[in-house]
């Protein structure tokens, strides 16, 4: 097991990017990980992705508050 801590999201999908020589910046995956709790499974290998506690109350509570404002 390997363990990359990075300081942003972009930090960690260029790290990913480069290290699963994907093609797109795997932006998507790593908010589902850090958010909502999602393993991403690439080419056999499991990435699972975290953050501080409150970061992610916040960002959800923010994507809660933009849905009711869309619908």
Not at 5 to 27: D, F, H, N, R, W
Not at 44 to 52: E, V
């Amino acid at each position: 097991m390997e363990l990359k801590e990075c300081v942003s999201i972009q930090e960690a999908a260029y790290y990913l990017k480069g290290y699963t020589l994907c093609t797109a910046m795997p932006y998507r995956h790593i908010m589902n990980g850090i958010i909502l709790d999602e393993t991403w499974i690439h080419e056999g290998s499991s990435y699972r992705f975290t953050t501080d506690p409150d970061v992610k109350k916040a960002k959800l509570e923010e994507m809660k508050i933009r849905n009711k404002v869309r619908f």
